[in-house]
């Protein structure tokens, strides 16, 4: 599985971005896409994801209700829309797969779970 993302950029805090990721190979047995994002000196943490299966999403707290995980299963693509971006919002963004079939209902929450990455994409917001 390859995926690439795109869609990172500068904006000024209250603005909005739309992150995008494709995704090739044998995506057939995928369970869960997400986003993560990593701030310098920080841990990766999850921002958003979404069971391939079921649709059901989820959502860290900094970020719910500001941003929003979705899909378009004919180009094989996951998005992320973040709004009203806070400068604390800025990080290096990452798509990612996971196989686990835990994530058949609800997906899959850890970074452990997931196994294959994007390469990143930065997020700057400025105040």
């Known amino acids: 599985v390859q995926l690439q993302a795109s869609g990172g950029g500068s904006v000024q805090a209250g603005g909005s971005l739309r992150l995008s990721c494709v995704a090739s190979?044998?995506?057939?047995?995928?369970?869960?896409r997400g986003w993560f994002r990593q701030a310098p000196g920080k841990e990766r943490e999850l921002v958003a994801a979404t069971s391939w299966n079921s649709g059901i999403t989820d959502y860290a707290d900094s970020v719910r209700g500001r941003f929003t995980i979705s899909r378009d299963n004919a180009k094989n693509t996951m998005y992320l829309h973040m709004n009203s971006l806070k400068p604390e919002d800025k990080a290096v963004y990452y798509c990612?797969?996971?196989?686990?079939?835990?994530?058949?209902?609800?997906?899959?929450?850890?970074?452990?779970?997931?196994?294959?990455w994007g390469q990143g994409t930065q997020v700057t917001v400025s105040s």
């Open positions: 990612a797969v996971s196989g686990s079939s835990t994530g058949y209902i609800a997906p899959n929450l850890q970074a452990a779970e997931y196994d294959y």
């Open positions: 190979g044998r995506t057939s047995t995928t369970y869960s």
